[in-house]
């Protein structure tokens, strides 16, 4: 650990020690309920559109049209079987490639749900590898 992380870990505990009101809150659900198909809707599709009136409705389109789709390879199927454009009411060609790259780079990498992702990126490594992607 480096001398500036100790630091910072040491001035925490100090702050907690004091009786300060200080405590740790359970994290935010996932509002797409772990739906990968949703989830990655809305990380594709929020670049440069107004999320409100553009990506949300999609997001919410997917998650309740699509449910089967929560996982990297059930969400790929329903995007060949339906087609992407519709699954995601999107026609721009760039999008629809990043959809499928940011597809293809969890299937290599054995990402299948939403929990998968979140534990890959917990290594250092593996946030650059993801971070190269477009998108």
Not at 21 to 41: K, M, Q, R, W
Not at 84 to 108: A, G, S, T
């Amino acid at each position: 650990m480096s001398s500036g992380m100790a630091f910072n870990a040491q001035k925490l505990a100090e702050y907690i020690l004091t009786g300060s009101e200080f405590e740790v809150c359970d994290p935010s659900p996932c509002p797409y309920n772990n739906h990968i198909g949703a989830l990655f809707t809305d990380i594709i599709l929020q670049a440069g559109v107004n999320y409100g009136t553009v990506v949300h409705p999609r997001v919410i389109f997917v998650l309740e049209n699509y449910p089967q789709a929560y996982t990297v390879s059930r969400f790929y199927v329903t995007l060949r079987k339906h087609g992407i454009e519709n699954v995601l009411c999107w026609n721009h060609p760039v999008k629809l490639q990043r959809m499928y790259d940011l597809l293809d780079f969890c299937l290599n990498n054995g990402i299948q749900t939403a929990h998968d992702l979140k534990c890959f990126l917990h290594d250092i490594n593996h946030i650059a590898s993801f971070k190269k992607s477009k998108g």
